[in-house]
């Protein structure tokens, strides 16, 4: 077999791997299949993605990292080689629970960058201890916009209480993109680039969670 043939064939496996874990990483099928809080404000989506971890702890001592996500706040505990590489405009994620970024409410924005790149998230509902509802009609380039293009898209962080002091977090994605060259982009690169992503972001959530990461701010022993 040529060289090259060789190339393109490890490259096809790749990229079918990078799409698999990009929507599925750490679910397993029935919670694919599970319906979540949110998902009918996207009918018909081209794309869903599914990601979830098993956290050492209760549901009471994940919620306040989840509740203080967001640009600004607690950004959303990637590694600073994931910020530097994909979301160069992230800050480092906060290291502790934040009392100023507890009080969240429906209604309420969610940055996801600085003002000026009109991506945020608005609140569409919440269950303290329970479920977080996200959702955007942004994200997209100026650009693309003028051009007709739009996405309308949901995250949803879910907590399952598994009756022995552990929590499942759930995080699902569900997306609808036009027009069809959207689609093709989104499916390309951003599924790849979810799987990083969010992989980061649950564990992140389970390093503070787990490693007791929760000491006074500044502000509280100033």
């Known amino acids: 077999?040529?060289?090259?043939?060789?190339?393109a064939l490890v490259a096809s496996v790749a990229g079918v791997a990078l799409q698999w874990l990009g929507r599925t990483y750490g679910s397993t099928g029935e919670e694919r299949r599970r319906p979540l809080p949110g998902?009918?404000?996207?009918e018909a989506p081209q794309v869903i993605t599914n990601h979830a971890t098993t956290i050492n702890a209760p549901a009471a001592s994940v919620w306040p990292w989840l509740v203080q996500m967001g640009w600004g706040r607690g950004q959303w505990y990637t590694a600073r080689w994931v910020d530097?590489?994909?979301?160069?405009?992230?800050?480092?994620?906060?290291?502790?629970?934040?009392?100023?970024f507890q009080n969240l409410?429906?209604?309420?924005?969610?940055l996801d960058g600085p003002p000026e790149t009109n991506c945020s998230f608005t609140v569409e509902g919440l269950e303290e201890n329970r479920y977080l509802l996200l959702h955007s009609r942004e994200h997209l380039p100026p650009g693309w916009r003028r051009r007709g293009a739009g996405i309308d898209f949901t995250w949803v962080f879910v907590l399952?209480?598994?009756g022995d002091g552990r929590t499942r977090l759930l995080f699902r994605c569900r997306s609808?993109?036009?027009?069809?060259?959207?689609?093709?982009?989104?499916?390309?690169?951003?599924?790849?680039?979810?799987?990083?992503?969010s992989r980061q972001m649950l564990?992140?959530?389970?390093?503070?969670?787990?490693?007791g990461r929760v000491r006074p701010t500044q502000r509280e022993t100033a």
């Open 1 to 7: 077999m040529r060289p090259r043939v060789v190339t």
């Open 39 to 42: 998902d009918e404000l996207v």
């Open 84 to 100: 530097k590489l994909l979301f160069p405009h992230n800050g480092p994620s906060a290291d502790t629970i934040v009392p100023e």
């Open 105 to 110: 409410n429906v209604g309420d924005k969610v």
């Open 160 to 162: 399952e209480d598994l």
């Open 176 to 197: 609808r993109l036009w027009p069809w060259w959207v689609e093709v982009v989104y499916i390309a690169a951003m599924i790849p680039a979810d799987f990083v992503m």
């Open 203 to 211: 564990r992140g959530v389970s390093r503070r969670v787990e490693g």
